[in-house]
């Protein structure tokens, strides 16, 4: 434990700021199975409307610091891949 008070006042901070980023990041993680989901299925029109969803979300998180800029766009880029995917005619 931290014992001067500027410590102790960072550690809430930290606290408060970490409970905030983990909010964030499974709303998103939530958002990306949903697509996936959604896109195994084979229910694209709906998977496309989560999927602007899930890029607002996305952004918004790399905008303010909680994922990187470039985990970000890997993770849109493979999420639209998975369901632009042209299914296969058996």
């Given at each position: 434990m931290p014992n001067k008070p500027s410590a102790m006042k960072e550690l809430r901070k930290t606290k408060k700021r970490t409970l905030h980023n983990?909010?964030?990041?499974?709303?998103?993680?939530?958002?990306?199975?949903?697509v996936k989901e959604l896109a195994a299925k084979?229910?694209?029109?709906?998977?496309?409307?989560?999927?602007?969803?899930?890029?607002?979300?996305?952004?918004?998180?790399?905008?303010?610091?909680?994922?990187?800029?470039?985990?970000?766009?890997?993770?849109?880029?493979a999420l639209m891949k998975i369901v632009l995917k042209p299914k296969a005619t058996a």
């Open positions: 983990v909010k964030i990041k499974t709303h998103v993680k939530a958002l990306f199975g949903k084979g229910d694209t029109a709906e998977a496309k409307k989560v999927m602007v969803s899930f890029q607002k979300a996305i952004d918004k998180a790399a905008k303010v610091n909680v994922l990187s800029k470039n985990r970000a766009d890997r993770k849109k880029a």
